[in-house]
C-alpha cells in the first residue's frame, strides 16, 4: 500500500478499472478497493463490441441519455480502442460484424454514416428487417483486463480486494472517492435510479467464425455471437431486477437456438461456459461529485449495457473533475 492515496477508486469492473488506470497514469496515487478482481466482475463477461447511443438512431439516444455528453464520451471510447488495436495484446482489434435489429426502423439513413457500413444482403439478414454491416473495436475482455492491470501497476496504482460498507467508510481513507460499484451502487448510495439487469452468455468452441453478429433490438432477449479466437461467446439476456448470477440452463439453451438460428455451425459447438453478470441499468450515466465530509466522492456509475464504450470518455471526465477539486 502507498504511504499517500490521493484517489480511493471503489470497484475494479471496466468502470473502475479504466478511470484508475487513467488517473494514475496522471500522476496521481490511486488505489482500488472491490469485492472482486476485474477477471471477475461482470465487465469480465461483456460481449464489448462498441456501439450504444451514438451509434444508435440519434432520435432514440436523445431519449435514453443527454447524447452529446454520452456521444463525447463514446467518440472518445472509440479513439482510445481503435489506437489499442493497433498494438499487440491488448485484446482489442477492428472487424466488421453485422447488426440486425427486429423492430423496422422508419429513417436508417443515419446507419451509412457509420464505420464499414454496408447493407446486408437477404441471406446475411437472417430474417431481421433491419440489417447491416460495420466495423467498429471488439475486445477480448479477459486479455484486456490483462492490459490494463499491467498499466495500473506501471503508473504505480494499487488494487486491494475488500468490502466497502459505506461511502463515509471509504471518505476516511483519501480525499477523493470515485464511486464506481455499477449495480451494486443501488446499495451503497440508496440511488432509487439504479437497478440490476441480469445477463447470461454462453461460450462455445468457435466452429470457424471471424466475424460477430449483434442484435440492438429492444428486448430481454438479444442474440449476439461474437468470436474470439478460439471462443464464441453468444448471448445474452436482459432480466431487469435480478441479482441472480447462477446461469440458468433454459436460457443457455435458448441462446444457441437463438445464435444457431442465425449461424447453423452456432447448433453443434461445444459449450465451455456459461457466464453470468448483472449490468447497471439506469436512465442516466451518473457522473457528478458530492461533498462527505472532508473528502470529495465522484459518482461513475449506471452505464447500463456501454460501460466498456463509455469507459475512457468517462475516466476522463473523471480527472478533469479531481483537478478541479485538487486545485481548488
Keep these: 500500500m502507498t504511504e499517500r492515496t490521493d484517489v480511493l477508486v471503489v470497484g475494479a469492473g471496466v468502470i473502475g478499472l479504466t478511470t484508475a488506470v487513467y488517473l494514475a497514469e496522471q500522476g496521481l496515487a490511486v488505489r482500488i478497493r472491490a469485492d472482486e478482481y476485474p477477471r471477475e466482475t461482470t465487465s469480465a ?15 432514440e439516444a436523445a431519449n435514453w441519455h ?9 467518440q472518445i471510447g472509440l479513439e482510445e480502442f481503435a489506437t489499442l488495436a493497433t498494438r499487440p495484446g491488448t485484446g482489442v482489434r477492428v472487424t466488421p460484424g453485422r447488426w440486425a435489429s427486429r423492430q423496422d426502423i422508419a429513417d436508417t439513413s443515419w446507419t451509412h454514416l457509420l464505420p464499414g457500413y454496408r447493407d446486408c444482403t437477404a441471406e446475411e439478414r437472417a430474417g431481421f428487417p433491419v440489417a447491416f454491416w460495420m466495423s467498429l473495436p471488439i475486445i477480448d475482455m479477459p486479455v484486456y483486463f490483462d492490459h490494463l492491470m499491467g498499466r495500473l501497476t506501471a503508473a504505480g496504482g494499487q ?6 460498507a459505506s461511502l463515509d467508510e471509504a471518505a476516511a481513507e483519501a480525499p477523493i472517492v470515485v464511486n464506481c460499484t455499477g449495480a ?13 439487469m441480469r445477463g447470461q452468455h454462453v461460450v462455445v468452441e468457435n466452429p470457424g467464425l471471424e466475424s460477430y453478429f449483434f442484435e440492438f433490438s429492444r428486448g430481454p432477449k438479444p442474440t449476439s455471437f461474437i468470436a474470439h479466437g478460439d471462443r464464441l461467446i453468444c448471448g445474452g439476456t436482459a432480466d431487469r431486477d435480478n441479482w441472480s448470477r447462477e446461469p440458468d440452463p433454459v436460457q443457455t439453451e435458448e441462446i ?3 445464435c444457431a438460428a442465425v449461424e447453423p455451425r452456432i447448433a453443434d459447438a461445444r459449450i465451455l461456459s456459461v457466464e453470468v453478470g448483472l449490468r447497471a441499468a439506469r436512465p442516466q450515466i451518473r ?3 458530492e461533498s462527505l465530509g472532508g473528502a470529495r466522492v465522484i459518482h461513475n456509475y449506471g452505464h447500463s449495457g456501454v460501460g ?3 469507459s475512457w470518455g468517462c475516466a476522463r471526465e473523471v480527472e478533469q473533475i479531481v483537478q478541479r477539486t485538487v486545485h481548488n
Design 184 to 196: 451494486y451502487a443501488q446499495r451503497l448510495t440508496a440511488d432509487p435510479e439504479i437497478r440490476p
Design 66 to 74: 443527454p447524447y452529446e455528453t454520452t456521444k463525447k464520451w463514446h
Design 287 to 289: 457522473l457528478e461529485e
Design 256 to 258: 444457441i437456438s437463438r
Design 308 to 310: 466498456v464504450g463509455m
Design 159 to 164: 488494487i486491494e480486494i475488500g468490502h466497502v
Design 45 to 59: 463477461v461483456a460481449a464489448a463490441v462498441l456501439g450504444g447511443p451514438a451509434l444508435a438512431d440519434p432520435a
